[in-house]
């Protein structure tokens, strides 16, 4: 079981490391393998919360989960991704991009972290508004009781979690703006596109999830209505009409998906640039790592680790949650990405470990 749902990581980990000595030596091989744990830990909250959603879909759907979807996580967002940010905040070409990252890496270093406020301020809004979102919904599992109770209350009122990240974005907005100001103008003129960004990143998220959301709901009524035909075949012996919606409700939450891994890999990628400029061995690193991510999503559901410790996905959220803050800070100030991979660590932890009572206070 092990080995067949991370025997690809196990490849891809001995092909990168390969790579890394042919093309770095044994100091391109050190690099590549920490930014593979590095990409692990900041992305760890990411693997519980995919396989909360990948749970619902059927094995062909996590195999393209694992395939399609490793092609557009690893080449997507960790090798173009870097390249289209330098292409579009230095506007110039991708090719001249990819150029840049090859011969100038320190310019192209600075030409992502010259464009890292409207990157954090797209997937901190993004992810905001998944956290809002679990937090202001009232579930029947509660973790910190304390807290979620009254939070389950005030998510009645509608949109609310779009209020919030939208006061948010504009406090976040107006303080770089201030704090812009007050060092001289330098750059003031961000400030616009901290918020458009943000915007962005609230729309994207509206727009996937409520088309997820959308299907989702088609794709249940879709099963109840095969069970209930299933019931009256059995009475008739009629044959059972297939579910025809379950295609797009899939892709949907497939699309979704993709657009949550992008979401979460801004950190890594962005993390990345304190220990290496060097695209090739960011790739390879963080490719690694995401390919962890992965089959470590697949394993969570396969084993049906989110059943048995019902804790896990609050705690992701949560993880999501603090991301989110440190995202939208570090729009001004810097934080070491340390803390932010030991936040998601610490959070997912706390809630294993909870889970791990619970069980043992229903079991005596």
């Known amino acids: 079981m092990l080995l067949k749902t991370f025997g690809w990581s196990f490849a891809v980990t001995a092909l990168g490391l390969v790579a890394a000595v042919f093309y770095g030596g044994w100091t391109g091989f050190g690099i590549v393998a920490i930014l593979s744990i590095l990409e692990i830990s900041v992305s760890f909250d990411n693997a519980v919360v995919n396989a909360g959603i990948l749970k619902k879909m059927n094995a062909f759907w996590q195999k393209i989960f694992l395939?399609?979807?490793v092609l557009i996580a690893v080449f997507g967002m960790r090798?173009?991704?870097?390249?289209?940010?330098?292409?579009?905040?230095?506007?110039?070409?991708?090719?001249?991009?990819?150029?840049?990252?090859?011969?100038?890496?320190?310019?192209?270093?600075?030409?992502?972290?010259?464009?890292?406020?409207?990157?954090?301020?797209?997937?901190?809004?993004?992810?905001?508004?998944?956290?809002?979102?679990?937090?202001?919904?009232?579930?029947?599992?509660k973790w910190?009781?304390?807290?979620?109770?009254?939070?389950?209350?005030?998510?009645?009122?509608?949109?609310?979690?779009?209020?919030?990240?939208?006061?948010?974005?504009?406090?976040?907005?107006?303080?770089?703006?201030?704090?812009?100001?007050?060092?001289?103008?330098?750059?003031?003129?961000?400030?616009?596109?901290?918020?458009?960004a943000g915007i962005a990143g609230l729309i994207t998220y509206l727009i996937v999830g409520?088309?997820?959301?959308?299907?989702?709901?088609?794709?249940?009524?879709?099963?109840?209505?095969e069970h209930e035909a299933k019931e009256e075949a059995k009475r008739s012996g009629k044959k059972v009409p297939a579910v025809v919606m379950a295609g797009k409700a899939a892709f949907f939450l497939f699309l979704y998906l993709e657009v949550l891994d992008a979401s979460f890999s801004f950190d890594g990628v962005i993390a990345a640039f304190a220990i290496t400029n060097d695209i090739v061995l960011m790739s390879l690193g963080l490719g690694i790592g995401a390919m962890?991510?992965?089959?470590?999503?697949?394993?969570?559901?396969?084993?049906?680790?989110?059943?048995?410790?019902?804790?896990?996905?609050?705690?992701?959220?949560?993880?999501?949650?603090?991301?989110?803050?440190?995202?939208?800070?570090?729009?001004?100030?810097?934080?070491?990405?340390?803390?932010?991979?030991?936040?998601?660590?610490?959070?997912?932890?706390?809630?294993?470990?909870?889970?791990?009572?619970?069980?043992?206070?229903?079991?005596?």
């Open 144 to 196: 910190l009781g304390w807290l979620e109770r009254p939070l389950a209350k005030l998510g009645k009122v509608d949109m609310l979690s779009v209020c919030v990240a939208l006061i948010v974005l504009l406090v976040s907005a107006m303080t770089f703006a201030t704090n812009a100001h007050q060092h001289g103008g330098i750059h003031a003129d961000k400030a616009e596109t901290v918020l458009i």
């Open 79 to 141: 090798l173009v991704f870097p390249v289209v940010i330098v292409a579009v905040s230095a506007k110039i070409g991708p090719i001249e991009a990819v150029r840049l990252a090859l011969d100038d890496k320190d310019k192209y270093q600075q030409l992502v972290t010259d464009a890292h406020p409207s990157i954090a301020a797209f997937g901190g809004m993004f992810l905001l508004m998944i956290f809002l979102d679990f937090i202001f919904e009232d579930r029947d599992i």
């Open 210 to 225: 409520g088309l997820s959301g959308y299907f989702e709901n088609k794709l249940e009524e879709e099963e109840e209505r």
């Open 67 to 69: 395939t399609i979807g």
């Open 292 to 364: 962890y991510v992965r089959s470590l999503t697949v394993y969570l559901v396969r084993q049906g680790t989110l059943d048995d410790y019902v804790y896990l996905e609050h705690g992701a959220h949560y993880a999501i949650g603090a991301l989110a803050v440190i995202l939208l800070v570090t729009i001004q100030y810097e934080i070491h990405e340390v803390i932010t991979g030991l936040v998601g660590v610490v959070l997912i932890a706390w809630s294993f470990f909870s889970s791990v009572q619970r069980n043992r206070r229903l079991d005596e």
